[in-house]
């Protein structure tokens, strides 16, 4: 089993940037793919970035939503993924989770039944 934390949610000016980071434990081997999903008031949870592979060669897939604006990378010495958030929105205003799952990322990294590890979630609000 893996257990995942994130940090790094808080309080933001739209225009301005954030950085999640999730840290794995635990059965780390199980985390070829590690994403980040989130949920805006009101909505279901939904599918933002995803990144496998290892320092010669990443694959990295995002949600159109937050193409250009945010990036996803892993530092996979460290079992940890990281989110950076520019150019942030009151749109991206949600719980943030990161996920993690032995599977490759290729195949429908966007779908929330992929991934068997979850964190906690971590708060991002973002104001006018």
């Known amino acids: 089993q893996v257990q995942l934390v994130e940090s790094g949610g808080g309080s933001v000016q739209a225009g301005e940037s954030l950085r999640l980071s999730c840290e794995a434990s635990?059965?780390?081997?199980?985390?070829?793919?590690m994403g980040w999903f989130r949920q805006r008031p009101g909505k279901q949870l939904e599918a933002v970035a995803s990144i496998s592979g290892d320092s010669s060669r990443y694959y990295t897939y995002y949600d159109d939503s937050v193409k250009g604006r945010f990036n996803i990378s892993r530092d996979n010495a460290k079992n940890s993924v990281y989110l950076t958030m520019n150019s942030q929105e009151p749109e991206d205003t949600a719980m943030y989770y990161c996920a993690a799952t032995s599977s490759r990322c290729a195949d429908a990294w966007y779908s929330k039944f992929k991934y068997g590890s979850w964190g906690q979630g971590t708060q991002v609000t973002v104001s006018s």
């Open positions: 635990g059965y780390t081997w199980e985390t070829n793919c």
